[in-house]
């Protein structure tokens, strides 16, 4: 089956502990991305990394840190820098394409932070 | 820079009423424009989408023309069922090397029996 895996689906953790979030693909897509999305608010970037081995910063990443070293795997840490860490994350994929780079999503992990 | 604007919501609607989302954008270039839907709980799933200008994105009844002169790319469906009850989100790709997308805020739409 191919798809986007983010795991665990809930995940609990208590103030000023750092937690990874998973996100793994078998679509064989270059491109991955880690969104944040609050209640009642669109997805901010967080981080994105066109090839292995090789990350930027989106809009929201101070807090945050990600590692690329398969194509698969993108996992990323929110850290206890991270003033407000309670959010729904979203992890996404796309390949670059002619005119247009669609990207598909996983089915998200929700952070709550105690 | 890019950004998106969505009519506010919520929108509730009964069944088989027609429904429009409003989204219009500002950017550079010549963005790819998208829609996305999210149900209760769940990631974002593409609903459909358009890469140039007078192109009409289609899928599961609904459509959104790609129009440059009013920069608008509004979510239409002539009649809704219960089933889209869901947020939608309209969404503008960047025709740079970045390759982000840029979302609205988001359109609750509810659907009563």
């Known amino acids: 089956d191919g798809g986007i895996t983010q795991s665990p689906k809930y995940l609990f953790r208590k103030e000023g502990q750092n937690v990874t979030l998973s996100c793994e693909q078998n679509?064989?897509?270059?491109?991955m991305y880690w969104y944040r999305q609050d209640p009642g608010q669109g997805l901010r970037l967080i981080y994105y990394?066109?090839?292995?081995?090789?990350?930027q910063k989106g809009d929201i990443a101070e807090g945050y840190s990600v590692s690329r070293e398969k194509k698969e795997s993108f996992p990323l840490t929110v850290t206890s820098a991270q003033k407000n860490p309670t959010a729904f994350y979203l992890c996404a994929t796309s390949t670059p394409g002619l005119s247009t780079d669609t990207q598909y999503f996983g089915p998200g992990t929700r952070l709550t932070v105690l | 820079g890019n950004s998106v604007t969505q009519m506010e919501g919520p929108v509730t609607l009964s069944e088989e009423a027609f429904l429009t989302i409003n989204c219009t954008y500002t950017a550079t270039g010549y963005p790819s424009l998208f829609w996305y839907v999210q149900y209760p709980g769940e990631g974002l799933q593409l609903l459909l989408k358009a890469t140039k200008a007078d192109d009409k994105g289609s899928n599961k009844g609904f459509e959104a023309t790609y129009r440059k002169e009013t920069t608008s790319f509004h979510l239409e469906k002539g009649s809704v069922q219960v089933s889209d009850s869901a947020v939608y989100f309209c969404a503008l790709g960047s025709s740079g090397s970045a390759r982000q997308l840029t979302f609205g805020s988001g359109t609750q739409l509810t659907v009563l029996p």
């Open positions: 679509l064989n897509h270059d491109a």
């Open positions: 990394s066109q090839i292995v081995n090789d990350f």
